[in-house]
């Protein structure tokens, strides 16, 4: 009898999945997961960070909500802020949750496109792996910008404000897309309103859906392997199940990830500065978050050296050129398309990733 | 321990199912550890207001904001703590007051002057206006009453 009675959770939960798995084939799904396999290889850390990028998405998507319960966007925006962050039980945590996983989702991302840029990963058949992902950095720079107006403190005000200031030096669209996006000639509780639906809704949407459409394609074609491997002969080259051996590896980064955000979070909250004010000049020493430091410098540069409002153009064309040099590499990095080893795009690789790392930390000397 | 894991014939040995079961048992522990970590300043966050509502409702007594000039054969409506209550004059010129909350399932009461009651709208249950007694419709108790005092010509209300 007690026998019978401590097998009987067990014989429930095997008839409730033999009930649920007759109905939508779980075993099915199961059964791809252990045939689907991971290449095994020196550079196979790599793989880890697109599913640590969609960790921290994860953990924006539920810290998110938690502050949407308290945040009020419009006039009250300020307030409700020092509400969450000062009075609520943990409010100040999971504020600073949610600002840490962002920088964090955007530093794994970027991690993610070298990794994919060097293990030339982006060729024949993964282009649109390589577009897709491109519109979810987008996006997710996107997502940052329109987050941070948020709180609408002092820094947050003249971010956004020096932030659309500059894509309004573009000819013709400029000045509607910006006047569009800010509601009126000033950033104010209008723009609040509108930035929180774009940073809630809509960018959401759209992420989730491109989300939807680049996992489907890593499904599809599974991971690639960089020139370096496919040198390999075949029978030499080693992979492990994706179920469950590589899963418990994305498991344990993601674990990592986690500990990584509750150490930065609960030991370095994030600040909330005081509130907007249109009447206090900026404060010194202002500038942008480090993702958007490299496009900073630039344009200071540019202004060094081109002044008045060719500067401006000359700064924003090059990033534009060179972002769609970037997102078109596909197309003309025929080398690597023959499986060799391109050297000339690993070296375009390293140009820009020292390129940018060097831009951004001269951002940070170079202020005044 | 070659020898040890292959004492038992077929399947594992006692020292692998212990093993097993021990490692089981830690990361089971770990991951409740996790959660429990992650639900519980969820769970303060989200319960900040109820708990300060609950320090609200921890109020004893309120003076009625011009209680004094209510007419005989009226009520007013007035906030106690957090939840809304009643203030009648009846026409024999007693005072009284009572949680205005139907106790069936948790609407505002009004006072009926031309039927001599109160009532609740939702689901049309009926109390005494003396006593607040459940006189008729669903409601399975009858309202609290509180105490009513006339203290240097303002009304006092407080928990009986």
Redesign the interface.
Known sequence: MAKWLSRAPRLAAVGAYRWVDERLGLGEVLGYARQKSVPLHKHSYWYYWGGVSLFFFLVQGVSGVLLLVYYRPGAEAYNSVREITFDLDFGWLIRSTHSWSSNLMILSVFIHMFSVFFMKAYRKPREFGWWSGLALLGLTLFLGFSGYLLPMDDLAYFATKVGLEIPRKLPVIGPAVVDMLRGGAEVSEVTIQRFFALHVVVLPFFFIFILGFHLWLVQRHGNAVPPSEEAVPESERHSIPFFPNFFAKDLAMWLIALNVLAILAALFPWQLGPQADTLTPAPAGIHPEWYFMSQFEVLKLFGRWFPGAAGEILGILFFTVGGLLWALIPLYDKSSQRAMRARTTTWLGYIVLVGLIGLTILGYFDLD | MAEHEHAESGGESRLQKTRRAFVRLMLSAVGAA?AGLIAY??Y?????PARRAEGMAAVTQVTVQDGERLRANEAKMFRFGTRPAMLIHHADNTWVAFDAVCTHLGCTVQFQADKQRIHCACHGGTYDMHTGRNIGGPPPKPLKAYKVEMKDGQVVVSRA
Request: glycine share 12%.
């Open positions: 996790y300043p969820i303060r966050f989200l319960g900040a």
